[in-house]
């Protein structure tokens, strides 16, 4: 006998169909609750709805688990490449080495863009900023791909993403190249994809830059941390525009533009502009931690707090930890880590971000260590969105490819004037 829930209104009561998940996650289904009752929900923000049943990635905020596909992300974090990674994330299980090599070959295979789209960037201001280009460019990509719109068949589909996953890092690449005036770097057939991200970015025509390992596995390891988070704003996005059957480039674009808002994958530029004040104005992070909790500044503590998670962000400790590694290695001594450090602490032990279960979340650290691998502040949320296309390819996918898939459209209650009479201009 399937659980049930009771809703009592007008006098009448209606029976809803409950819902768990594979890890006891607990829902009233209230897809017919409108036929029934002419009732709707209402939840601004969607804090406490579930738009939908999804097999990619499971979110423990409590306890702080991260898992895509049933793996921890701290071993995905320490095992997993992120070509690897994304194949997981899109495909549902790890790839052998058949199926890595192949993905990795496809990689390689769609790292060019089209020599026309190289003009597309003449048309940007100098200083445009890194994620218009990028939402542009991929629909513009999209435009010589327009078959890319196969969602049933693994093969096509595999290299349809394998297709945007490698656009979307060179056009990054690209658009960088372009804010400097320097010659775009073509990718090289003998480098994997970050490896290949990073010649891109800092070879020069006159000097190859051989990327060093230890630096290509820690951008690595944050685009793994990147790959997934199940249904944040940009993913919804994503899903949303995917749901009335738009192609794949126009609904990874559109996940862009949701992404760059600084409370979302914005928050980690943000992080090092909040960093850089505070050691400019020299004060103590105490100061600043006042200001947070006194509201009026209307500042927040950039890379503090979460939706979901009400305990640590699991990637927050996995960054932190290869700061220290990525920064002795590169024999960078960072100030902005030890404001970062000292807000941290003084932050977890303060009332007020205990109370409201304020930890520090995925790019609370993550742009010290772009910094210190050369990336620019305005490439930061670029870099977010270059790990997160594998999760937003997923979920777009398990949209198309649900049997019950329905354009997304949500509902509302209307707050605006009742009924009222057309007042002709003569008599406003
Ligand atoms: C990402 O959803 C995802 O999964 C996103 C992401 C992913 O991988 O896709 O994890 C990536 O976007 C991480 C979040 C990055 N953003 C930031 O770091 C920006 C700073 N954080 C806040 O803007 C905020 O915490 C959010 C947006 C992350 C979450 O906002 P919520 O869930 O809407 O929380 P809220 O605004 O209702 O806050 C509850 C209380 C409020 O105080 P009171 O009204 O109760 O007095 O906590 C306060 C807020 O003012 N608060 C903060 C704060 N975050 C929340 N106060 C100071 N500093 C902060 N950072």
Redesign the pocket.
Known sequence: MSETARLEYGGKSYTLPVVHGTENETAVDISNLRAESGLITLDD?Y?NTGSCLSAITY?DGDKGILRYRGYAIEELAEQCSFAECAHLVMFGELPNRGQLDEFRRLLRVHSFIHEDMRHHFEGFPPNAPPMAILSAMINAVGCFQPEVTVVDDDANFLEAAARVMSKVRTIAAYSYKKSRGEPVIYPRADLRYTANFLHMMFSKPYEPFEPDNDIVRALDQIWVL?AD???????STVRMVGSSQANLFASVAAGVCA?WG????G?NQ??IEMLTQIQASGEPVSKFIER??S?DSK???????????RNF?P?AKIIKASCDKVLAKLGIHDPLLDIAKQLEEAALRDE??IS?K?YP????YSGIIMRAIGIPLNMFTVM?AIG?VPGWIANWREVRLNPKARIYRPRQIYVGPTAREYVPISRR
């Open positions: 923000g804090g979110i990147h988070h199940e249904q944040n704003c940009s993913t992404l600084p409370l979302h994958g928050a943000a992080v947070v909790k509201k500042s927040l503590l950039m890379g503090f707090g979460h939706r979901v998670y962000d990637r007020y971000f409201r304020l979340n995925v790019d609370f977010f997160r």
